[in-house]
């Protein structure tokens, strides 16, 4: 399973929403202890979708792990990662209750450090490239045999009907970013992570439009 799957398990009293403690987190992160006594540094960051934010969690040893909209309140994450403790505790301390935590260990502002979002892996592009054929698959009425997939979208949009050209467009980027990745093994600048998210969800908005759904 993966993020934005839904949590699991048992849900703690919810004070505020994923949003306001996505907010509270802020650019900078915070520190504070866990309901179990653990100093914990919560981020904001990024599902390995690179689309979904989530809010990770760092214990003093390791990751705990993250939390995004959909697994926010529950003890258990998306990927079955016990992070209740953490979660509930980042939750109360917003209004600063950290369960009767001494004041020394109440959140504290950690850093002017912006963090930005990571750059797209390969195995995002992968997953947005299987996807990506699953659509054209379902929209393909006459499909050639051993065809490439920038061909098979060059041909789905000479019909505007099937595939506007704006979108093939976009789908072509998504493919080439995977290609270079895969095979030439490049990790993507900031500016391309950015083109090739971007153009993704714009990728999905049309799949949206169209009734196709995502595979889970």
Not at 42 to 68: L, S, Y
Not at 102 to 110: A, D, F, G, I, M
Not at 119 to 147: C, G, M, T
Request: aromatic share 8%; hydrophobic share 40%; with cysteine.
């Amino acid at each position: 399973m993966a993020h934005p799957s839904g949590g699991h398990g048992n849900r703690f009293n919810l004070k505020h929403s994923f949003a306001e403690a996505y907010a509270f987190v802020g650019t900078a992160g915070v520190k504070f202890r866990s309901t179990t006594g653990e100093h914990i540094h919560a981020q904001q960051g990024w599902a390995t979708d690179g689309v979904t934010p989530t809010i990770v969690f760092r214990g003093e040893r390791n990751v705990h792990g993250n939390a995004c909209k959909a697994c926010w309140g529950f003890r258990v994450n998306c990927n079955k990662a016990r992070v209740g403790q953490c979660a509930e505790a980042l939750d109360s301390a917003i209004k600063g209750t950290s369960f009767e935590i001494p004041p020394s260990v109440h959140p504290e502002r950690v850093g002017p450090k912006i963090k930005e979002p990571p750059s797209v892996s390969a195995d995002s592009l992968n997953a947005w490239r299987r996807q990506l054929l699953r659509w054209l698959s379902k929209i393909d009425r006459h499909p050639v045999d051993k065809e490439g997939v920038v061909s098979k979208i060059k041909r789905l949009s000479a019909v505007q009907t099937v595939l506007p050209k704006e979108t093939a467009a976009l789908m072509v980027t998504v493919v080439e970013m995977r290609n270079t990745t895969e095979y030439r093994f490049k990790e993507l600048t900031r500016a391309e992570s950015e083109a090739a998210r971007y153009a993704w969800l714009a990728i999905v908005e049309w799949a949206k439009a169209q009734g196709l759904e995502a595979d889970a």
